[in-house]
């Protein structure tokens, strides 16, 4: 029987093979989704009936010599908040339990077409916006590792089917690091790609249509392999683009890790990680040093780190007050005069959900001199090796926003700080591939990123396959066999 954790481009060989049909890979999901998905809560739209009507059109297609696509036969779940035809699509929102998607989402399409069959969506948190995924529609998703972790969010429930062996393959979104903690948190593969080269429609809730700033979607996976499998999918432009323009991503041109020129950041006074984070980072570095790659802890853009941070903050609580109404936007406009110039990271979240038009021209003209600083930096460098969260994934925690804290290495720091080491590549529109690298002292994953310059999707997960020879790739959670 084919291993449920094999890679989505082994399932679909298997298919091809007809060693595996897509009717008993299917049923395989489903039946562990039934066995073990009550304690972790991932796959919380089940769409079994249709899943198991789309493996048998797999397996008829297949038997009369028509493959569909290179994954054919498939098995694969995907984020609540993209719209597959039928489902609700509601973002955790309340409001929108009722919102019943009457069309897929473009990456739904792309994937549909490529074979894959479709058989559940998986949790977020409120709105999409959280280093956890819990809500007052589907409940709280907990971590495979540990029942008492968060998954990681907003595509906290993308990462635990994963990690659990209840898909073949994932899809979430990123403008926080919601695919990248995720799979940093779960020991997953995970890729936030260049703004813009993924079509994001169907992504959104009624209404919903224009590209959001700075945020972007794309592919989680057990393996580099099937992210780079996924990107030959799903990048192209939208339906509202795609009479004008194409795309054509630059492939990697390195075989070795010892070609490489890689940059590595450990940790920043800015966000401090742990220790045992920053440690992990110089390994990678020491052993890429050691295979002959050229390496530097002291490389970096000539950027000034805190306004590429405020920039940052400013353009994603814009869009994430996007849906304010008036009387919110007014009572934030009377906190923002009253907030203390000391107010913090948690003080950001009132102080740009109220920003005027021309505000954000002057930021988005300071993000694109940010962009040019480190496509000078990615002339140097190939790769930018850093953390993606400051610590392991962190116990749950349903408090409001402004009391939570993380504690690092028995220090305090801003539940929102935590958006440093993702907010620094998504400004800039950088590509990023999370990659798992071991556990951590307490078992727990510990995942990093490969920054490069952008539309260099394919050569940071290449490096992240490569990467994986050396060090192994995604280990299974050892309580869902």
């Not at 789309?54 to 993209?82: F, N, Q, S």
């Not at 450990?266 to 050229?294: H, I, N, W």
């Not at 007014?330 to 009132?350: F, I, K, S, T």
């Not at 490096?463 to 959670?477: D, Y």
């Amino acid at each position: 029987m084919i291993d449920a954790y094999a890679s989505a481009t082994e399932l679909a060989a298997a298919i091809q093979r007809k060693e595996v049909s897509s009717r008993e890979l299917t049923d395989l999901y489903i039946d562990r989704v039934e066995r073990y998905d009550e304690q972790i809560n991932a796959v919380v739209v089940r769409d079994f009936e249709r899943g198991r009507q789309a493996a048998d059109a797999a397996d008829e297609a297949l038997a009369k010599g028509e493959p569909l696509g290179p994954l054919h036969g498939v098995p694969m779940t995907i984020k609540e908040a993209y719209d597959i035809e039928g489902l609700p699509t509601t973002w955790g929102i309340p409001e929108f339990r009722d919102n019943v998607a009457l069309r897929d989402a473009d990456s739904v399409q792309r994937l549909k077409a490529a074979g894959a069959v479709f058989f559940g969506k998986t949790n977020v948190p409120l709105n999409l916006g959280d280093f956890q995924s819990f809500n007052d529609i589907y409940g709280t998703t907990n971590n495979p590792w540990d029942l008492s972790r968060t998954p990681g969010g907003s595509s906290g429930g993308s990462s635990a089917a994963l990690a659990a062996g209840l898909t073949g393959l994932e899809a979430g979104s990123d403008i926080g690091g919601s695919i990248r903690n995720p799979a940093h948190f779960c020991g997953i593969y995970g890729h936030k790609p260049t703004w813009g080269i993924v079509s994001d429609e169907g992504h959104a809730l009624p209404g919903g249509l224009a590209p959001a700033d700075i945020a972007v979607v794309g592919p989680m996976a057990r393996s580099a392999e099937d992210l780079a499998l996924s990107m030959d999918i799903v990048a192209g432009a939208g339906r509202t683009d795609r009479r004008g323009w194409q795309l054509q991503l630059p492939k990697p041109v390195k075989s070795k890790l010892s070609e490489y020129r890689v940059a590595i950041w450990p940790t920043d006074p800015r966000a401090p990680v742990s220790a045992e984070t920053a440690d992990r980072v110089q390994a990678m570095g020491d052993l890429l040093a050691k295979l002959g790659a050229t390496v530097s802890d002291s490389a970096r853009p000539d950027i000034d780190l805190d306004e590429s941070y405020e920039i940052y903050s400013s353009l994603l609580w814009g869009v994430m007050a996007q849906g304010l109404s008036e009387e919110e936007k007014a009572q934030n406009r009377q906190l923002r005069n009253e907030l203390p110039p000391d107010a913090g990271v948690q003080g950001d979240l009132v102080r740009f959900s109220v920003q005027e038009h021309g505000e954000w021209l002057d930021y988005n003209n300071r993000r694109f001199h940010l962009r040019q600083a480190w496509e000078t930096f990615f002339g140097e460098w190939d790769i930018l090796l850093c953390p993606q969260m400051a610590t392991e994934a962190f116990p749950h925690d349903h408090s409001g926003y402004i009391e939570r804290a993380i504690t690092v290495d028995n220090e305090q720091q801003d539940y929102f700080q935590q958006l440093f080491w993702a907010g620094t590549i998504t400004v800039a529109h950088l590509p990023s591939t999370v990659f798992p690298t071991g556990p951590s002292r307490s078992g727990l994953p510990i995942g990093l990123q490969a920054v490069s310059a952008e539309f260099n999707d394919y050569v940071t997960i290449d490096f992240a396959r490569l990467m994986a020879q050396e060090i192994g790739g995604f280990v299974p959670p050892p309580d869902y066999p």
